[in-house]
Nanobody, 123 residues
Framework: VQLQASGGGLVQAGGSLRLSCTAS????????MGWFRQVPGNEREFVAA???????YNEDSVNGRFSISRDVAKNTVDLQMDSLKSEDTAVYYC??????????????????WGPGTQVTVSS
């Protein structure tokens, strides 16, 4: 299994970025697919997940600004990030777990991880 995240970069506050996670070795529609982020010294934080077509968000952090989606034909999961803030600066990771994770907001529940992509939001 391989997960490869792309689309990170430098953006000004208020701008947008779209991250994409390309999966190989698994079919995303059969897995819980999640996005997490991490800043140095902090734990990896749940951002969003999609499972069986249903979406989940860390409402405290993203508050309607982010949107997760999937393209089954391309086997990719995207994270559209709008109205970015400096506090969104982090390394963003794509993760995959079994369809019925006990807690999809916990990073320990996911079995597969990609290497991450840096998102930097300048104020």
């Amino acid at each position: 299994v391989q997960l490869q995240a792309s689309g990170g970069g430098l953006v000004q506050a208020g701008g947008s970025l779209r991250l994409s996670c390309t999966a190989s070795g698994l079919t995303i529609s059969r897995y819980t697919m999640g996005w997490f982020r991490q800043v140095p010294g902090n734990e990896r934080e749940f951002v969003a997940a999609i499972r069986l077509g249903r979406t989940y968000y860390n409402e405290d952090s993203v508050n309607g600004r982010f949107s997760i989606s999937r393209d089954v034909a391309k086997n990719t999961v995207d994270l559209q990030m709008d109205s970015l803030k400096s506090e969104d600066t982090a390394v963003y990771y794509c993760a995959a777990g079994t369809p019925m994770l006990s807690n999809l907001r916990q990073n320990s529940a996911y079995a597969h991880w990609g290497p991450g992509t840096q998102v930097t939001v300048s104020s």
